[in-house]
């Protein structure tokens, strides 16, 4: 069965450095996004992209985050300087079209000392 | 803005059913999901409405009522394996999720 995979599992990074959070949607997916989950809070969303571009964005995802398809199978979101509210898991999710559900990857738990 | 709202908790026993509601005010709808949340997990996609009413898919079902902004998730014959976080997430064009309910089946 198709699945979404997600590098690495898990990171640890100093607060203050880059990081990028790597993705493979299914591939014959349109739509792909960004959720983090702050534990024990809720699933948020961050952003979505669609057609080569974002096609919308939460007031989390500000000037720190961004994302990028460089190969037209991955997809990855970079955090450019990282503080230590961004630790979270941070899934990534991917869906044919935009009324069929999203299929989530196993996240990465980001951890920012 | 989204305001999606479920209980925190429930607890049933082995063989029972139980019913998780929720509660939406969304400046969007294009329908609502459910998933399914073990600890440390990603969410798995359980149920999908986006008509009023009942969608059964074996011992789940899930019902809307698109006026009263209204959706509940059902499970029957709970199982020991289904304790986890049940999560009511409403579609536009991306998914608002609701805090989360967890459920705890004890024997």
């Known amino acids: 069965e198709p699945e979404v995979t997600q590098t690495p599992s898990h990171q640890v990074t100093q607060m203050g450095q880059e990081v990028i959070l790597r993705c493979v949607p299914i591939s014959n997916h349109l739509y792909f996004y960004w959720y983090r989950q702050i534990l024990g809070q809720k699933v948020e969303f961050l952003v979505s992209f669609y057609n080569n571009e974002i096609s919308e964005k939460s007031e989390i995802f500000d000037d720190q985050f961004s994302v990028e398809r460089p190969d037209g199978s991955n997809f990855t979101l970079k955090i450019r300087s990282t503080k230590l509210e961004d630790s979270a898991m941070y899934f990534c999710?991917?869906?044919?079209?935009?009324?069929?559900?999203?299929?989530f990857g196993q996240g990465t738990r980001l951890t920012v000392v | 803005g989204q305001n999606i709202d479920q209980p925190t908790e429930m607890t049933a026993t082995e063989g029972a059913i139980v019913q998780i509601n929720c509660t939406y005010q969304?400046?969007?709808?294009?329908?609502l999901f459910w998933y399914q949340q073990h600890a440390g997990e990603a969410p798995t996609f359980l149920s999908y409405?986006?008509?009023?009413g009942l969608e059964e898919k074996g011992r789940f079902s899930s019902f809307l009522s698109r006026s009263k902004g209204y959706s509940y998730l059902l499970l029957k014959e709970l199982q020991m394996k289904d304790s986890a976080s049940y999560l009511c997430a409403v579609n536009d064009y991306k998914l608002s999720f609701g805090a989360g309910t967890t459920v705890t089946v004890r024997a």
């Open positions: 969304t400046s969007g709808f294009n329908g």
């Open positions: 409405n986006v008509l009023d």
């Open positions: 999710a991917s869906r044919q079209g935009g009324s069929t559900e999203a299929f």
